[in-house]
Nanobody
């Protein structure tokens, strides 16, 4: 059974930092592209960033490029989203998701291309 468990969300002031974690189990990570997506109130779910676990290649949305990064711990099967210089517009529920690399095109930006999802974690950035 595939499980993706996010943690690390919270309330932070603009300009601050947060690190989200995604603990993955029940899947062979080298066969997946692991993404972060987010959904703000009243808006559609949108792509944030994705990493190819096997190659380490990354791709970021323009809105977070240069501010967010994705460290990972392969031994623990954990993906992180390091968020720096946070802005109020980053406020959203953040989801970790997995896309089968044999059934998706790089970069995986469409939410519909992801096969598995975590439950989400709330990030609130105050101005």
């Amino acid at each position: 059974q595939v499980q993706l468990a996010e943690s690390g969300g919270g309330l932070v002031q603009a300009g601050g930092s947060l690190r989200l974690s995604c603990a993955a189990s029940g899947l062979t990570l080298s066969n997946y592209r692991m993404g972060w997506l987010r959904q703000a109130p009243g808006k559609e779910r949108e792509f944030v960033a994705v990493i190819s676990w096997s190659s380490g290649s990354t791709y970021y949305s323009d809105s977070v490029k240069g501010r967010f990064s994705m460290p990972r711990d392969s031994a623990e099967g954990t993906l992180y989203l390091q968020m720096d210089s946070l802005k109020p517009e980053d406020t959203a529920v953040y989801y970790c998701a997995a896309a089968n690399r044999f059934a998706s095109k790089w970069p995986v930006v469409a939410p519909t291309d992801y096969n598995y999802w975590g439950q989400g974690t709330q990030v609130t950035v105050s101005s």
